[in-house]
């Protein structure tokens, strides 16, 4: 059986995943039609929350927490789960790209993911302002709005590459440019979008084959990797795997050899280490 996205029926013990995409989707709805926000920052000028942050926060930990009883909800802005809290935890960004929706750039994201015992289970990441929904189930494919999609075969030096300079942490931003200006000779070229998720998402349906970033957060990229991951693409950290319980570099790749190479890359920086981790 599949649903108006696609992902195939929902199994006995998991929750009803037809439901959980109509939250998602509603959610979108109340971001786009907030016209009325407010917007602080948190820590840093360049670190943003708006009054729909937290609002659509609110809305999706009360939905989604329903959804599943005995669910835990790890959310950016404030609510701290931990993996280990529950056999089943929502991690969410209730927007990601909040300079870009603060500004009425129609490019961000509302990032879901669903894990089972500490491993990813489920993802949707929703373009609010063009109502497009990535979504998978682990082991069942990835899908956009219903269709299932893939990552492009492209080549190293045919591939685009997104990434950022940790606005939020600019001590960081030396090495990331220097990763930039490493790959931008042996790659097609460079985005700096500015939403992780849609981002990575993007990536599993095709449209970009390389991402790399020093330090994301479990919300930004743990639906998205999710999705990618079932659209045939994959992903690493530095010296080890990407973590879920805590900040994270994240690089991913539409193939395992065009992550080789962007590893390779980005070794020439941080030689296996992270900056801020002892
Ligand atoms: C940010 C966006 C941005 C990425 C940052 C994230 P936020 O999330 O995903 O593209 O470069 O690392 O923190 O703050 O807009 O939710
Ligand atoms: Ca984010
Ligand atoms: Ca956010």
């Given amino acids: 059986m599949m649903n108006s996205d696609g992902i195939p029926g929902s199994m006995p013990n998991e929750p009803d995943f037809v439901s959980i995409e109509r939250i998602v989707r509603e959610s979108g ?8 926000f407010t917007v602080s920052t948190k820590g840093s000028v360049e670190n943003l929350v708006t009054s729909a942050d937290l609002e659509n926060e609110r809305f999706l930990r009360s939905e989604l927490t329903a959804a599943l ?3 835990a909800f790890m959310g950016e802005e404030g609510d701290e789960a931990s993996l280990s809290d529950s056999e089943w935890v929502w991690i969410v960004d ?5 300079t870009n929706f603060s500004r009425g750039i129609p490019m961000c994201a509302v990032s879901v993911a669903l894990f089972r015992n500490a491993e990813p289970y ?20 990835a899908f956009k709005d219903g269709n299932p999609i893939h990552v492009s075969d492209r080549d190293f030096k045919s591939s685009l590459l997104s990434t950022a300079y940790c606005c939020y942490e600019k001590s960081l931003a030396e090495g990331c440019f220097r990763v930039s200006e490493i790959l931008y000779p042996r790659i097609n070229d ?4 500015g939403t992780a998720a849609l981002e990575l998402s993007l990536m599993a349906e095709g449209a970009g084959e390389l991402y790399f970033e020093i330090r994301l957060s479990p919300w930004d990229h743990a639906a998205a990797l999710t999705i990618l991951a079932e659209a045939g693409g994959c992903y690493t950290g530095i010296g080890g795997d990407v973590r879920f319980d805590g900040p994270s570099p994240v690089l991913a790749a539409n193939s395992e050899e065009n992550l080789a190479l962007l590893s390779e890359a980005v070794n020439e920086v941080y030689r296996g280490r992270v900056p801020y981790r002892s």
Avoid: C, E, K, Q
Wanted: aromatic content about 8%.
């Fill in 69 to 71: 009883p005995g669910s």
């Fill in 94 to 98: 209730p927007i990601d790209g909040t």
């Fill in 122 to 141: 489920a993802g949707f990441v929703l373009n609010p302002f063009m109502d497009v929904m990535y979504s998978a189930v682990r082991g069942r494919g």
């Fill in 29 to 36: 709805r109340r971001v786009r039609g907030n016209h009325a």
């Fill in 190 to 193: 460079i985005r700096r979008i």
